[in-house]
Nanobody, 127 residues
Framework: QVQLVESGGGLVQAGGSLRLSCAAS????????MGWFRQAPGKEREFVVA????????YYTDSMKGRCTISRDNAKNTVYLQMNSLKPEDTAVYYC????????????????????WGRGTQVTVSS
């Protein structure tokens, strides 16, 4: 079983930045591909970004390209999501997800590709 705990959410003005963190436990972190998803009120959960277990491959949703960066520190069992130039439409609960893959460069971009989820952290961007 993998436990994921997100942190770093909060209220920020449009144009501001936030760094989300997700701490993992219960498995060897380097065996886990990681992803971030978000869910705005009244909307479906959507993919934001993913990183392979090796860190050598990343994939961003188009709306976040150039505005966010995913990274991981395998020594700290933590994945980070740095978000810049935030917009009110980025307001959502952000969820960290994980799954074990054999392939070092595999990433998942669909919810069903992840077995483990955190409880989420709220990001609110004011205009």
């Amino acid at each position: 079983q993998v436990q994921l705990v997100e942190s770093g959410g909060g209220l920020v003005q449009a144009g501001g930045s936030l760094r989300l963190s997700c701490a993992a436990s219960g498995r060897t972190f380097s065996s886990l591909a990681m992803g971030w998803f978000r869910q705005a009120p009244g909307k479906e959960r959507e993919f934001v970004v993913a990183i392979s277990r090796s860190g050598g491959n990343t994939y961003y949703t188009d709306s976040m390209k150039g505005r966010c960066t995913i990274s991981r520190d395998n020594a700290k069992n933590t994945v980070y999501l740095q978000m810049n130039s935030l917009k009110p439409e980025d307001t959502a609960v952000y969820y960290c997800a994980a799954n074990e893959y054999t392939a070092a460069l595999r990433v998942g971009i669909m919810s069903y590709e992840y077995d483990y989820w955190g409880r989420g952290t709220q990001v609110t961007v004011s205009s």
